[in-house]
């Protein structure tokens, strides 16, 4: 028995006739699941931000000594509060280049810290610092400071980067060091000695430091997430809607 093949599907809703291709409803089926695939993701990344939001809350409720001893486990200690004793090697800073403030280029500076009795550091972020008009021309970054002191701030990773790109996490020669991407395995042969693989924020009332607005959030909300989701949603329902008063062909009699 031969098989019909129709090239267009029909049915009738009410008084209404719709006609539509095959390439019609393939189109709109892969336009209408990627609408909504795109808001589920929004509506997910909305919870994953929340979740992040209140980890933020819960870790810096939380303080503690930070030392030589203390777990390199950036996971566990993200967005803690911490003391630390050392002194800062104030010959071998870094540059972390293209950190945006206020729509301005500048630098973070990165200083090492290296814990009391020890040969480990940690990296100290001491703020930001506005780019000279000739990027060739880096900015002083040296300070004076006691040969020991106590610090406090928030640990948290490194600015993380969209698009990573080979050989940008390589220091250039000399310092204040300019780094586009930061490696601590790599900085930490650079400097001759040891680093945990995150970052310690200097608190905005330590002194010797620049620019510090840390960032207490996420980039983009839960709520703005969801609001997205929504819109997501929103085009494959208006598609939808388009796409059957596109195929209504007539009224049919009563």
């Known amino acids: 028995m031969p098989i019909k093949i129709y090239a267009n599907m029909k049915f009738n809703l009410g008084k209404r006739s719709f006609s539509f291709s095959w390439l019609q409803i393939c189109i709109y089926i892969v336009l209408v699941c990627l609408l909504v695939s795109l808001g589920c993701w929004q509506l997910r990344r909305g919870t994953e931000k929340q979740a992040l939001l209140i980890k933020q809350q819960q870790q810096a409720k939380i303080q503690i000594q930070f030392t030589a001893q203390t777990p390199d486990d950036a996971k566990t200690l993200r967005y803690k509060k911490v003391t630390a004793t050392g002194h800062f090697d104030i010959q071998r800073q870094f540059l972390l280049d293209n950190q945006i ?22 990296l100290v972020n001491r703020g930001w610092i506005p780019a000279a008009l000739d990027r060739k021309i880096l900015p002083t970054i040296n300070f004076k400071t006691p040969k020991e002191v106590t610090i ?49 924020e200097l608190d905005p009332e330590i002194a010797n430091g620049y620019r510090r607005e840390w960032q207490r959030n996420t980039l983009m909300s839960p709520e703005k997430h969801q609001a997205y989701a929504v819109q997501w949603f929103g085009l494959a329902l208006t598609l939808s809607i388009l796409f059957f008063v596109y195929a209504s062909k007539k009224q049919l009699d009563d």
């Not at 814990?115 to 940690?122: F, Q, T």
């Not at 060091?177 to 930061?182: I, W």
């Open 101 to 122: 403030m206020d729509s301005k280029a500048g630098y973070f500076v990165l200083t090492p810290f290296i814990l009391a009795n020890s040969e480990i550091a940690i």
């Open 152 to 200: 406090t701030g928030r640990l948290n990773t490194f600015p993380s980067v969209g698009i990573k790109l080979a050989g940008t996490e390589i220091p250039s020669a000399g310092f204040p060091s300019l780094v586009q991407v930061v490696d601590s395995s790599i900085l930490a042969k650079t400097i001759g000695y040891s680093l945990f693989s995150f970052q310690l």
